[in-house]
Structures are given as C-alpha cells and as structure tokens.
C-alpha cells in the first residue's frame, strides 16, 4: 500500500520569498513522484515528477523537487513567489503496481497564499 | 491538440434525477479514472478503467455507475442512490497504469 501526507493544509508566503510545500510518501515499491497545481475551478496541471532518475527534478514555472528516499520526502520549492503562483498543489505518488485502485494516490492538498 | 474533455462545465439536478458527465479524451489513453473533489478532501476515486469493457470500483462508487464501451469515452452516471453529490468531479487518463495522468478541466455538479 502507499499513502502521501502533506504536512501543510494551507502556507502563506510573501510575493518575491521562497515557497516550500512539504511532501512525505510511503511506498512498498520504488515509487514514481508528482506535484500538480490546481487553480480554482480547473483540472489539475503537472507541475514536475520523479521517475528514479535525478533526484532533483526541475519543473515548470520555475518549481522544483527534491527526492529524498532517506527521508521518504518530495518537497516542492520555488525561490522566490509570484502572485500567480496562489492555487492549490496535490503530491502524487504511484507504485505502479495494477490490480487494484492504488494506480495513483493523492495527498490532500495544500493550499498556496500569495501576499502582496 | 491532444486532452481531455470534460462536459458539461457546470451541472445542475433535481433531487431523485440521474445525470450522466462525459468525459472524452484523444490521448490513446488505456487508463481513465474518475474522481470527485470536495473541499479540504483531496480527490477521491469513484471508478478506473485500465481497458475498453472493464471497469473496478474505486474508494467511493457507492451511487455512481459507469461505462467504457470506447477507448476514448468514460462517462460517469451519478444515480439518485448518491445522496450527497454536489461535487467537483474530474476525469483523468494514464497511458500506462499508475503513470503520469493527464486531467480534463472539471464538471461542477450541483444539486438543487
């Protein structure tokens, strides 16, 4: 079974500071890794994913990603905030195992504030 | 441009009505899920299919039924046994089991 925990129902960060969105995961499995976002009303946008290569794993908009097995951790950063960067972003982690409904799990969200 | 789409954006039902969501995507797509979003709740999975003519229950089917009679179609029946169905649903597809899945934009249903 594998299960995701973000740390953090809600972060506020000034516009122009670093984000950091807490990610830790559990898996039987080597696990496949994504963050999404989510503005209001839409469907869900890959944001970056880890699939055992690099540990650091660069995405769009300028976030990144750090794969840290020791830690059981995926944390998503961002050096410094835009206003546009307010939504919400899901951790996924996947198994890749079939044969039931753990294809892909979700975490619950946390919900990104930008302060002017 | 390859997606995919959800219809329609926004849903209104009575009470004791069925209403059926499309979901329609042009990716080639084996996989497609269904997930209902409320508040604070994360996504939760109604139902997958991994193949055209199979589908499995996921963590809340209780009240929705579908089908996949195409590859390309999955739509979503939400019956009057779901007694609490103002949601956000999403469909979403994987190529491959549990691999990256590509979401469409969401149908709001709600119940009046």
């Known amino acids: 079974a594998q299960s995701v925990t973000q740390l953090d129902s809600h972060v506020s960060v000034s516009e122009g500071t670093p984000v950091l969105l807490r990610c830790n995961y559990s898996s039987s499995y080597s696990p496949s890794l994504f963050w999404y976002v989510q503005h209001p009303n839409k469907g869900l946008q890959l944001l970056l994913k880890y699939t055992s290569a690099a540990t650091l794993v660069k995405g769009i908009n300028g976030f990144e990603a750090e794969f840290k097995k020791s830690e059981t951790s995926f944390h998503l950063t961002k050096p410094s905030a835009h206003m546009s960067d307010a939504a919400e972003y899901f951790c996924?982690?996947?198994?890749?195992?079939?044969?039931?409904?753990?294809?892909?799990?979700f975490g619950k969200g946390t919900h990104l504030i930008i302060q002017p | 441009d390859g997606g995919i789409t959800q219809s329609p954006k926004y849903l209104f039902r009575k009470e004791g009505q069925n209403v059926t969501l499309s979901c329609e995507q042009n990716l080639n797509h084996d996989a497609m899920y269904w997930y209902r979003q409320d508040p604070g709740q994360g996504l939760r999975l109604i139902y997958y299919s991994q193949i055209v003519n199979d589908f499995q229950k996921g963590d809340i089917a209780e009240g929705y039924s579908v089908s996949r009679e195409k590859k390309e179609s999955f739509p979503l029946t939400v019956t009057s046994a779901q007694k609490n169905p103002t949601a956000f649903y999403l469909c979403a597809s994987t190529p491959q089991w549990g691999t990256e899945a590509f979401f469409g934009q969401g149908t709001r249903l709600t119940v009046v």
């Open positions: 996924v982690v996947s198994d890749h195992k079939g044969g039931g409904a753990d294809g892909l799990t």
